[in-house]
């Protein structure tokens, strides 16, 4: 054991106090055997993660989370969808919408981000629990009622220090973009709203596209959008996806000096049909300028 009844740290575990984790777990693996505590030891063929910023392995931690309860919430985006309410183009990602939703899980909306909208709630003074308000003052006032205390500060309250999730955001952006959650009767908001098409990407499909149906009909009873048109995604010929720590993506600018804008335009449409992805090649751009 290496704590003591106090639960401070006993001299068995300050030797390992200060020590990178990585060398710690060597050399308890050390203690163990010179105490003869260690009964074996095994390999295990594992795969893990590593962050491609650092290098470094990407363990897991438990913590507390918010979480978003879905699966009643989710129903009339997954029936409309269903029925041909909102057509998505081309059909066959409706297989895929279907899987999603029959099998969507409780939504975790918070993230330990120094940025993004605050979880708007706030721990009661030495305990946690919690109240839920728009606003300070607001929470102020539940805490109030619900410990009764009436000399409470604003700062004896602590608001949580995850952020939402960047998709609790977007989800709202149909609604949002007229103000429609804050003022729902503005005329731009009613005239706007639903409009008629979206267009992007397969990839996105459960994550943004379904997430502003559940808010369209949660929050302004209406769909968003009448259709959903899913291109390809633009990859390189060993079907990466294009990315800049990758470097595997071309220069705009560099092909137009080459090959014109239009050659350019024209050797991207050759191949990209509706939801079928382009494998990129520097000789599509060559032939829409010989067209």
């Not at 708007?120 to 308000?133: I, K, N």
């Not at 205390?149 to 955001?169: A, G, H, K």
Request: hydrophobic fraction near 40%; charged fraction near 30%; charge should be negative.
């Amino acid at each position: 054991d290496i704590f003591n009844v106090d639960g401070t740290l006993n001299e068995k575990a300050q030797i390992f106090v200060g020590e990178d984790r990585f060398v710690v777990r060597e050399k308890i693996v050390e203690k163990l055997r010179e105490e003869g505590h260690l009964v074996k030891v095994e390999n295990y063929v594992n795969k893990v993660g590593y962050s491609e910023r650092t290098d470094v392995a990407i363990e897991p931690r438990l913590s507390l989370q918010w979480f978003l309860r879905m699966k009643e919430l989710s129903k009339p985006a997954y029936e409309n969808v269903m029925s041909g309410e909102i057509r998505l183009v081309p059909e066959k990602f409706k297989n895929t919408y279907r899987h999603w939703m029959e099998n969507i899980r409780d939504w975790c909306i918070s993230r330990q981000l120094w940025w993004g909208h605050r979880i708007p709630a706030w721990y009661l003074p030495e305990s946690e629990d919690f109240v839920v308000a728009e606003t300070p003052v607001e929470a102020l006032k539940f805490a109030m009622e619900k410990t009764g205390n009436r000399l409470l500060q604003i700062e004896d309250l602590r608001q949580d220090e995850d952020v939402l999730d960047t998709w609790f955001s977007s989800w709202l952006w149909p609604i949002s973009v007229f103000d429609g959650i804050r003022y729902p009767d503005n005329p731009d908001f009613k005239y706007y709203y639903p409009t008629s098409d979206l267009v992007t990407a397969p990839e996105i499909l459960f994550f943004w596209v379904a997430r502003m149906i559940i808010a369209g009909y949660e929050f302004a009873g209406e769909k968003p959008f009448e259709n959903v048109y899913l291109t390809g995604i633009v990859r390189d010929k060993q079907r990466r996806k294009m990315s800049k720590s990758l470097g595997n993506s071309p220069e705009p600018l560099e092909l137009i000096k080459k090959y014109g804008a239009d050659g350019v335009r024209v050797g991207m449409m050759l191949c990209s049909p509706a939801g079928g992805d382009l494998l990129f090649d520097e000789s599509l751009t060559e032939q829409g300028r010989n067209f």
